[in-house]
């Protein structure tokens, strides 16, 4: 049935009436039923290999009952171990939230984790994230964060040394309980456990992709093969960044040193710091939105997403510097939202500087070494591939159409947050300002089919990453199903538009913002024009 229906098909696209095969000649009725087995078995091994979703988990375990446990995950697998690492033979001491929230600093860094209090101060340095994770956390409670970024294994190595009582008051609103219950069912699935067909085809994807973009670019003559190398090349960069940023969350193996290291390798190819991607990124995600904190809104004097921004200077804690608007912000904070996309278009020039920028900080950092000689492998080849090009203008057009199409990725990122809460300060406060509530005020899906989903290399589905960090990128859509689920049964809202109703969403935030630059006029908001910058330069 499969080969009739086969050569019916290629009976109707060869122009043999209305397809059927007994209308074929014996010959051509012959050769396609001996080849319609062959195609068929060769469509269901493209089915499992190409299209058939990835991960849906090696094992699934009984349903856990019994309170004093907990699902937790170590490198992908699912253990159940005891909710609270280590039993204490002596009473501990209590303390209240508002006494936790006092321990808020590098001198005195106190958290909660599971009703345990914490203390941290010395281990802020050591942290594989950086220091600002903690920081910003300081005196919190950090459950569904710490519970979020971190396997089974620290909990029952790095916590017990630093447990010194419990706190009394902590309450648990019923939705934080329900996607506690998310992430207990994802793990009792097995979907933390990365299916690694799912990467084997992304590696034979990328290794195509850059091969072919070599081809077309330094193996053919004409200039129109150079810059469709060159936009090939941008692709593979940008499916590139889907693993780096995988791996950076230690996604793949779940495994920090070996995730880290292979990523920092990759460097030679993608040319971004993995080093400044954690740090910039996780800090992201800890304070996603907020104005002081996440450095993903602090574009200025390029872009503003709220007119928060600049109304007066403000600290930034990420950059450690001032933040404030003057003439050149304002100038180009009144056409952010034309320029919007022509900056996302080089914005990878951009990245370079902050990786190097990084890479020579004297703060410690895992691997610098490593992604400082990769760098070098990275701008060799790159070097070597446009100063061969026949002409100046292909190599000048190479650099810019192969930074453009890389740019989707700057583009996505930005329109997951731009237009979504900003807020001062730092959140998980109460019940209102909580981890997943903070997270889905703050950014927004896209609303994308399943066979598109290799395109948006997961960023597609920013709020499942932004709750569940660690889980892998095949397995998002199925928890966003459930994360929709208890959206609906608690009236909070989640947003999915549209790739491109995303972008104009985006845009009306950026022209918003853009209108509100235009309004601002001498000593409005601007560092330069403050009494402080008055007084400093002795004018008036």
Not at 370 to 389: D, H, M, P, Q, T
Request: aromatic share 10%; hydrophobic share 40%; net charge neutral.
């Amino acid at each position: 049935m499969i080969s009739s229906v086969l050569a019916g098909c290629v009976g109707t696209a060869l122009g043999y009436g209305n397809g059927s095969s007994d209308i074929l000649d014996e010959c051509i009725t012959a050769r396609m039923l001996r080849l319609g087995g062959t195609a068929a078995a060769t469509a269901l091994a493209v089915q499992i290999c190409i299209f058939e979703r990835a991960g849906k988990g090696s094992k699934v375990l009984e349903k856990n009952e019994d309170k004093s446990l907990v699902f937790r995950e170590e490198e992908g697998k699912t253990l159940l171990v005891p909710l609270h690492p280590k039993s204490s033979s002596k009473e501990l001491k209590k303390f209240t939230l508002d006494e936790v929230a006092k321990h808020n600093s590098r001198d005195s860094l106190w958290i909660i984790v599971d009703d345990m209090v914490y203390d941290a101060t010395r281990y802020i340095d050591k942290h594989p994230g950086g220091p600002l994770m903690l920081e910003n956390m300081a005196g919190k409670d950090c459950t569904d964060v710490f519970a979020n970024y971190h396997s089974a294994r620290v909990y029952k190595q790095l916590l017990p040394p630093m447990l010194i009582g419990e706190a009394t008051n902590v309450t648990v609103p019923p939705h934080v309980q329900d996607f506690r219950e998310v992430r207990q069912e994802l793990l009792r699935r097995g979907l933390f456990e990365t299916d690694m067909r799912f990467y084997a085809k992304m590696a034979a994807w990328l290794i195509s992709l850059f091969l072919l973009s070599l081809y077309l670019s330094i193996g053919c003559t004409s200039s129109t093969s150079h810059m469709l190398g060159a936009a090939v090349m941008g692709i593979f960069w940008q499916q590139l960044a889907g693993i780096g940023h995988d791996m950076g969350h230690s996604g793949i193996t779940h495994n920090f040193h070996f995730d880290h290291s292979f990523c920092s390798t990759l460097v030679a190819f993608m040319g971004i710091s993995v080093c400044w991607w954690k740090r910039n990124h996780n800090t992201h995600h800890i304070v996603c939105n907020s104005i002081e904190h996440d450095p993903d809104i602090q574009h200025l004097p390029a872009l503003a997403v709220t007119p928060e921004i600049f109304k007066k200077p403000f600290w930034s804690t990420y950059y450690n510097e001032l933040k404030a608007m003057d003439a050149v912000a304002r100038f180009l904070v009144s056409f952010e939202h034309i320029l919007f996309y022509p900056i996302m278009m080089v914005a990878r020039f951009n990245l370079y500087a902050q990786s190097l920028i990084q890479l020579c900080a004297k703060e410690p950092l895992h691997y610098r070494q490593r992604e400082l000689i990769c760098f070098a492998v990275y701008f060799l080849w790159i070097g070597k591939l446009v100063l061969s090009l026949p002409t100046w203008k292909e190599t000048i057009g190479w650099l810019l159409v192969s930074h453009a199409v890389s740019g989707l990725l700057h583009v996505q990122i930005c329109c997951s947050h731009f237009s979504m809460e900003k807020y001062h300060g730092h959140a998980y406060n109460d019940e209102k300002d909580e981890w997943y509530i903070t997270q889905l005020r703050t950014t927004m899906n896209f609303d994308t089919p399943p066979m598109l989903d290799w395109v948006h290399i997961g960023l597609q589905f920013q709020i499942e990453h932004h709750l569940f960090p660690r889980l892998p990128r095949h397995n998002l859509r199925e928890a966003r199903r459930l994360v929709k689920e208890v959206c609906k049964k608690h009236q909070i809202h989640y947003h999915e538009p549209g790739f491109f109703q995303a972008n104009l969403e985006t845009l009306q935030c950026l022209w918003h913002t853009a209108k509100a630059a235009r309004l601002t006029k001498k000593g409005d908001s601007g560092f330069y024009e403050s009494i402080l910058w008055d007084g400093l330069t002795l004018n008036g």
